[in-house]
T-cell receptor
Framework: KAGVTQTPRYLIKTRGQQVTLSCSPISGHRSVSWYQQTPGQGLQFLFEYFSETQRNKGNFPGRFSGRQFSNSRSEMNVSTLELGDSALYLC??????????????FGPGTRLTVT | KNEVEQSPQNLTAQEGEFITINCSYSVGISALHWLQQHPGGGIVSLFMLSSGKKKHGRLIATINIQEKHSSLHITASHPRDSAVYICAVRSGGGADGLTFGKGTHLIIQP
C-alpha cells in the first residue's frame, strides 16, 4: 500500500506570495492533519480534516487555510508569505478522527523557504 | 492547553546501552504518541498509548495516566537508533490536534 505523499517536496517563494501544498493520504484513510516544524517552535498542529470537514485548527493566523476533497486528498494554502513561514510542512493521515484517531502516518514533508 | 515536556533534550550513549526517554504532560489525554524522526525529516509513528505498556522489537513504551508520564525505552541500542524521538499527546477528549514535545536528540556511538 502506498504511503502518504506530499508535493512538492521543496519550494522557494518570495515574501508576499502565496503557496499551495498538497497531500495524498494512504488509501482508505479519511483524516488528514497538517503540521508545521521549525527549529525554534518544533512541531505544531495546523489543522485536521475528516470527510471534507475541518475538525479542528491550531493557533495559526488566518493566512493559513486548507481543504479536503472527496477523495480525501488535502491541500493547505498560505497567503501573503512571511519569512517566518519557512518551515517543513508535514501532513499525516489516519483512518479515523477524534479520540479514536489511532496511529498517524506521516508524509515526507514539503520544505518551504521564504526569501 | 497541554504542556508536554521531554527529557533529556540530548542523549549520547554507547552501542548496547539501555536508553530511557521521558515525557510528562499537564492535562488529561486520550492518547500519547511516540514518534521517531531521522535526519531529512521523515517521521515514523512508533507507538500510540492510552494505558499500560507496549513492546515492538527492542522498543518499549509505558504510560502512567495518574502521574501524567510516559517513558520510551530502547534495549540493546544500536547506531541506527540515532534519531530525534518526539512525544505527542491528544487531549480535549480527542477533539484537539496533537501537542508535541520538543524532542530528544539521541546519538548512539559504535
Amino acid at each position: 500500500k502506498a504511503g502518504v505523499t506530499q508535493t512538492p517536496r521543496y519550494l522557494i517563494k518570495t515574501r508576499g506570495q502565496q503557496v499551495t501544498l498538497s497531500c495524498s493520504p494512504i488509501s482508505g484513510h479519511r483524516s488528514v492533519s497538517w503540521y508545521q516544524q521549525t527549529p525554534g517552535q518544533g512541531l505544531q498542529f495546523l489543522f485536521e480534516y475528516f470527510s471534507e470537514t475541518q475538525r479542528n485548527k491550531g493557533n495559526f493566523p488566518g493566512r493559513f487555510s486548507g481543504r479536503q476533497f472527496s477523495n480525501s486528498r488535502s491541500e493547505m494554502n498560505v497567503s501573503t508569505l512571511e519569512l517566518g513561514d519557512s518551515a517543513l510542512y508535514l501532513c499525516a493521515s489516519s483512518r479515523k478522527t477524534g479520540a479514536t484517531t489511532g496511529e498517524q502516518y506521516f508524509g515526507p514533508g514539503t520544505r518551504l523557504t521564504v526569501t | 492547553k497541554n504542556e508536554v515536556e521531554q527529557s533529556p533534550q540530548n542523549l549520547t550513549a554507547q552501542e548496547g546501552e539501555f536508553i530511557t526517554i521521558n515525557c510528562s504532560y499537564s492535562v488529561g489525554i486520550s492518547a500519547l504518541h511516540w514518534l521517531q524522526q531521522h535526519p531529512g525529516g521523515g517521521i515514523v509513528s512508533l507507538f500510540m498509548l492510552s494505558s499500560g505498556k507496549k513492546k515492538h522489537g527492542r522498543l518499549i513504551a509505558t504510560i502512567n495516566i495518574q502521574e501524567k508520564h510516559s517513558s520510551l525505552h530502547i534495549t540493546a541500542s544500536h547506531p541506527r537508533d540515532s534519531a530525534v524521538y518526539i512525544c505527542a499527546v491528544r487531549s480535549g477528549g480527542g477533539a484537539d490536534g496533537l501537542t508535541f514535545g520538543k524532542g530528544t536528540h539521541l546519538i548512539i556511538q559504535p
